[in-house]
């Protein structure tokens, strides 16, 4: 058998496997939420995400009108900055992160949410590893469960590594799918963190999986380590465009946030 035939073989028995592990509900055990019930943000858990000069960061804000507790959601907001003396960016968005709180331990993260669109809005939740002295990105890997573009259908999951991103290996095995949604609606966005693949699911159903495969290049996959999660409302850049300020306020509500561990057999 040929190395290519044999990697084929390996990854899709991996698929495989992970596709079961997926699919039955029966193997996990909830182990931590939040459900945002209450009448503000668990700051022994949150912070507000800090502002910074990635497209993705560059508009974050701790401004209270980006941020509202309504009906049994936290309703993060992207806005017009009417206040340019006090804050320079043209637009705020509300995004909060468990960096150096709260670490996810691997297994299955899930986070309901309905997502608003907007000519230039990109809400996302992702994930990046809890220590990050010893994780420096893109070397510690970047899992985005769910980034969506202006009033899209669809929504984007994605990994990000060295092996992907400075080696330029997006395709050995591919690295990102799209998985439809509904627009208007609330989905479940999800990704299973296994010690030879991460399976992502929109609503229960898998739409993609990532295998641990063999090869002689560094950072293929470092993703079987404690994560810290970020949910963020993004506006503008250059992969989503140009902002609409007339399509303003938008917003992602967010239902709640599960974590999961395998049930011990």
């Known amino acids: 058998m040929s190395n290519s035939k044999h990697s084929s073989t390996i990854i899709t028995l991996l698929c495989i496997t992970s596709m079961l592990c997926a699919c039955s509900r029966s193997n996990w055990k909830l182990v931590w939420q939040d459900d945002f019930n209450g009448s503000g943000i668990d700051y022994t858990v949150w912070s507000h995400t800090d502002r910074g000069n990635a497209d993705w960061a560059n508009t974050q804000s ?4 980006c941020y509202e507790m309504r009906g049994g959601c936290l309703v993060l907001k992207g806005i017009v900055n ?87 290996q997006d395709n050995n095995p591919p690295h990102y799918t799209t998985a439809p949604i509904k627009p208007n609606d609330f989905n479940v966005y999800g990704v299973d963190i296994l010690p030879d693949s991460l399976v992502f699911h929109v609503n229960g159903k898998r739409t993609f999986t990532y ?16 994560q810290y999660l970020l949910i963020d409302m993004q506006l503008g850049g250059s992969w989503v465009g140009a902002v609409d300020p007339s399509q303003l306020p938008v917003e992602m509500e967010i239902d709640w946030v599960k974590h999961y561990q395998p049930r011990k057999k």
């Open 62 to 65: 701790k401004d209270p009108r």
């Open 82 to 168: 009417d206040d340019l003396e006090a804050d320079t960016a043209h637009y705020l968005t509300g995004g909060i992160w468990t960096k150096g709180k709260h670490a996810f331990d691997c297994g299955r993260i899930e986070v309901r949410a309905r997502l608003q669109g907007a000519k230039g809005a990109w809400p996302a939740i992702w994930l990046l590893p809890f220590d990050t002295e010893n994780n420096r990105w893109p070397n510690g890997g970047e899992i985005d469960i769910m980034e969506r573009l202006n009033h899209d259908t669809i929504a984007y999951q994605t990994v990000h590594s060295y092996y992907t991103l400075n080696l330029k």
């Open 211 to 226: 295998p641990r495969i063999n090869t002689d290049k560094p950072g293929q996959f470092p993703f079987y380590i404690p």
